[in-house]
Nanobody, 129 residues
Framework: VLVEESGGGLVQAGGSLTLSCTVS?????????????MGWFRQAPEKEREGVSC????????FNVDSVKVRFSISRDNAKNTVSLQMNSRKPEDKAMYSC??????????????????WGQGNQVTVYS
């Protein structure tokens, strides 16, 4: 299974940026994209990995950590095997390596990295003021 992120880069504080993630190869494991909930995590230097947002397999439910509520929005397109993270009103503390991950739709605990089966390599996002 291949999880690929794109869209990272440099953004000015207060600006917007969208990260995208595409998942492929699930069919080789007898699974479909909608068998998985999808999450975005981030890790800043010398800090632990943090769950940022998660979306259910159908897209009906989304979850966000308090620090990004209102500012970040997660969405998915099951026909294209993609999930996106729209990040608005960026703050310097949002600077981190952002990773996309997939977990079984039946698992719980969306903020725990151990719940996720497949991970992308990560995409760096830098915020300057």
């Amino acid at each position: 299974v291949l999880v690929e992120e794109s869209g990272g880069g440099l953004v000015q504080a207060g600006g917007s940026l969208t990260l995208s993630c595409t998942v492929s190869g699930l069919s080789d494991h007898g699974a479909n994209f909608d068998d998985y909930a999808m999450g975005w995590f981030r890790q800043a230097p010398e800090k632990e990995r943090e769950g940022v947002s998660c979306i259910s397999w159908s897209g009906a439910y989304t979850f966000n950590v308090d620090s990004v509520k209102v500012r970040f929005s997660i969405s998915r397109d099951n026909a294209k095997n993609t999930v996106s993270l729209q990040m608005n009103s960026r703050k310097p503390e949002d600077k981190a390596m952002y990773s996309c991950a997939a977990r079984s739709r039946y698992s719980v605990g969306w903020r725990y990295p151990s719940e996720y089966n497949y991970w992308g390599q990560g995409n760096q996002v830098t915020v300057y003021s």
